[in-house]
T-cell receptor, first 112, second 116 residues
Framework: DQQVKQNSPSLSVQEGRISILNCDYTNSMFDYFLWYKKYPAEGPTFLISISSIKDKNEDGRFTVFLNKSAKHLSLHIVPSQPGDSAVYFCAALTSGTYKYIFGTGTRLKVLA | DTGVSQDPRHKITKRGQNVTFRCDPISEHNRLYWYRQTLGQGPEFLTYFQNEAQLEKSRLLSDRFSAERPKGSFSTLEIQRTEQGDSAMYLC??????????????FGSGTRLTVV
């Protein structure tokens, strides 16, 4: 049972435009959500998180939106840069468990 | 501190052989995690330690897998009698227990295992 789903395996965006990566979850007990970025041959690196008490969190070019009623979150990257080309994973956690559940990832390609 | 270190980076082994991977977490982190990632999938939880205690093991961790964290420092993950289905990237991560759990883990670069 895939509790965290990323239905778009890949996305291509022109440099300077907005990248929107989507993630859906099924477990209503999740109360923290994170995005990780992964380059080839490296481990995932933490990008941005959001708690379920918020609906938006911003960090520079990255903004995460959470829609609890739809069990949906999205990551917006504005403006997109070629260095953002990577695989992006969303992950969810139920507080007290310390175990993140990851989605299958979306490969973002930013075209120069 | 150079982050989370994993050794080796790559391992090719014949089916039926035993392999052992090592992870050195960030020194002040008291939690250590092992995840496995196969092609086209996200990382899947295997097990975690708080200090030297192994607090949770996934059902993915069959009895051929064993993990240790002696003295709450580095950790080892051993796979006995490897099978081709064990081929994957094995990721180690560490974190500091904080009140806010949304800070994420710090991952190492992983050990890529290929069983031939």
């Amino acid at each position: 049972d895939q509790q965290v789903k990323q239905n778009s395996p890949s996305l291509s965006v022109q440099e300077g435009r907005i990248s929107i990566l989507n993630c859906d979850y099924t477990n209503s007990m999740f109360d923290y959500f994170l995005w990780y970025k992964k380059y080839p041959a490296e481990g995932p690196t933490f990008l941005i998180s959001i708690s379920s008490i918020k609906d938006k969190n911003e960090d520079g070019r990255f903004t995460v939106f959470l829609n609890k009623s739809a069990k949906h979150l999205s990551l917006h990257i504005v403006p997109s840069q070629p260095g953002d080309s990577a695989v992006y994973f969303c992950a969810a956690l139920t507080s007290g468990t310390y175990k993140y559940i990851f989605g299958t990832g979306t490969r973002l390609k930013v075209l120069a | 501190d150079t982050g989370v270190s994993q050794d080796p980076r790559h391992k090719i082994t014949k089916r039926g052989q035993n392999v052992t991977f090592r992870c050195d977490p960030i020194s002040e982190h008291n939690r250590l995690y092992w995840y496995r990632q196969t092609l086209g999938q996200g990382p899947e939880f295997l097990t975690y330690f708080q200090n030297e205690a192994q607090l949770e093991k996934s059902r993915l961790l069959s009895d051929r897998f064993s993990a240790e964290r002696p003295k709450g420092s580095f950790s080892t993950l051993e796979i006995q009698r490897t099978e081709q289905g064990d081929s994957a990237m094995y990721l180690c991560a560490s974190s500091l227990v904080l009140g806010y759990t949304g800070d994420g883990y710090t991952f190492g670069s992983g050990t890529r295992l290929t069983v031939v």
